[in-house]
């Protein structure tokens, strides 16, 4: 059985940093892409940042591109999003997520195994 387990969001001012963590458990970890999606209350979900199963190719959306990087340690079972110049347009509820395939998407429907999520709220 797979499981993502998140960790490390918070209240930040603007400007600020923050460093999520995902710790998952399974043997899907190290043949899957893995992506972080946030949501924020009253709009949909929305992908952020995703990276291939071998950490070599990432992709980002354009809200995060330049401020926000996904790494992943194979090793260890986990992926981070470490978040800079954060906005308050950045609050939401941040997910991580495993996918079916090996190669970066940004695509909600390629993920099959989804975190619970953790809060990152960014105060003006």
């Known amino acids: 059985q797979v499981q993502l387990a998140e960790s490390g969001g918070g209240l930040v001012q603007t400007g600020g940093s923050l460093k999520l963590s995902c710790a998952v458990s399974g043997r899907t970890f190290n043949n899957s892409a893995m992506g972080w999606f946030r949501q924020a209350p009253g709009k949909e979900r929305e992908p952020v940042a995703t990276i291939s199963w071998r950490g070599v190719n990432t992709l980002y959306s354009d809200s995060v591109k330049g401020r926000f990087t996904i790494s992943r340690d194979n090793a260890r079972g986990t992926v981070t999003l470490q978040m800079n110049s954060l906005i308050p347009e950045d609050t939401a509820l941040y997910y991580c997520?495993?996918?079916?395939?090996?190669?970066?998407?940004?695509?909600?429907?390629?993920?099959?195994?989804w975190g619970q999520g953790t809060q990152v709220t960014v105060s003006s």
């Open positions: 997520a495993a996918a079916s395939l090996t190669i970066a998407t940004m695509d909600s429907e390629d993920y099959r195994h």
